[in-house]
């Protein structure tokens, strides 16, 4: 009797045992995006481009993404886009189902603005770039302002979100580079505020990317209310080729490197992170997802009636294209330092 009850006790650890070496199948990424919410995290306030870009993405990016999941916007503007790529990077879920289009600024802040930014900019996973465009300054023609050179006769105050934002620090490079009379003033949550602040005649002019200034304000330039005055990347734009490249006003080595360091926002363009630490899986199925979604005709389609154009990059391209931008000397990092901080 006692020799059968501890066969039975035996067996059942035996039992056990083999259970605790079974091995354990690992959720795959469809199970996982089953049923769940990506929140996309917008650094802006609604009504802009980042705002109009995420919002036609949730459409389109679940139908690729294993699972099917919902992508829900989530604004969180603030700092110029420091508060939102702070957020990703120090308080967001590192499991996939959290995701932002981050400022085109993020990695000059990293540099410019490193006492205010909680995030190391090559750790973010990069999913990959909806549109890159230059940015462009254009100022209200009832200023009497016509070209660049009249900027430095006439005092002209910019509209701009915040110190991370190329709204403000783009003027800041122009400031240091040439004898112009700038003022950056700083505080709007986003784009249409700005836009709202020109047509009031509050501010005289603003610094954004030129898809966004001929998608939601073309009347400005069609009529000739606004002029565009200078453009901050490497290559002119095709319908821009009488407005200069930064680069061209630029006339010492240093400012070439400043200003070639400034126009790298460029390559960042309108592109969605994730934080740091996202399974490779779910990383591999996001980058396959976006990269289907931007070749897809109903995505197209709807990009094109917002007025928008679409030059996409992968994420390993945008993920390179920071590291480069990021890949500065010191004596370089601390010159621009001192521009912004000169404003």
């Not at 049923?35 to 459409?59: D, E, H, M, N």
């Not at 503007?77 to 990077?89: D, E, Q, R, V």
């Not at 001929?214 to 990347?233: A, C, E």
């Amino acid at each position: 009797m006692i020799a059968r009850a501890a066969n039975a006790v035996l067996g059942f650890a035996g039992a056990f045992a083999l259970i605790g070496l079974a091995p354990v199948r690992a959720e795959t990424v469809e199970e996982f995006y089953k049923g769940k919410t990506i929140t996309a995290v917008v650094p802006f306030a609604p009504g802009g481009g980042y705002s109009i870009y995420t919002q036609i993405a949730s459409r389109h990016l679940p139908r690729f993404v294993p699972g099917n999941p919902t992508v829900v916007a989530q604004h969180m503007p603030g700092a110029g886009g420091i508060l939102a790529s702070n957020h990703i990077f120090n308080i967001a879920r590192r499991d996939g189902s959290v995701m932002a289009m981050v400022s085109d600024s993020v990695a000059l802040a990293s540099v410019i603005d490193a006492d205010k930014i909680k995030y190391k900019v090559n750790e973010f996973i990069w999913i990959g770039a909806i549109e890159r465009v230059n940015n462009v300054m254009a100022v209200r023609a009832d200023t009497g302002v016509k070209s660049f050179e009249d900027l430095k006769v006439r005092e002209i105050a910019l509209g701009a979100s915040g110190p991370g934002s190329p709204t403000s620090l783009l003027p800041s490079l122009l400031r240091w580079m040439a004898p112009v009379k700038l003022k950056t003033v700083e505080g709007y949550p986003g784009i249409s505020q700005m836009f709202a602040a020109v047509e009031r005649g509050e501010v005289a002019g603003m610094t954004v990317s030129w898809t966004i200034f001929k998608s939601l304000k073309p009347d400005w330039f069609k009529t000739g209310m606004m002029v565009p005055v200078v453009q901050f990347g490497s290559v002119k734009e095709k319908d821009l080729q009488a407005v200069p490249l930064v680069n061209d006003i630029a006339q010492t080595p240093e400012q070439k490197a400043v200003s070639r360091f400034m126009a790298s926002n460029v390559d960042v363009g309108r592109s969605f992170i994730l934080p740091p630490q996202v399974p490779a899986d779910r990383v591999a199925a996001l980058r396959a997802a976006f990269d289907k979604m931007v070749a897809d005709a109903a995505f197209k389609q709807e990009i094109a009636k917002a007025g928008f154009d679409l030059s996409p990059a992968t994420g390993e391209q945008v993920q390179q294209a920071v590291a480069l931008a990021t890949r500065i000397d010191d004596k370089l990092a601390e010159t621009i330092r001192g521009i912004v901080a000169a404003k």
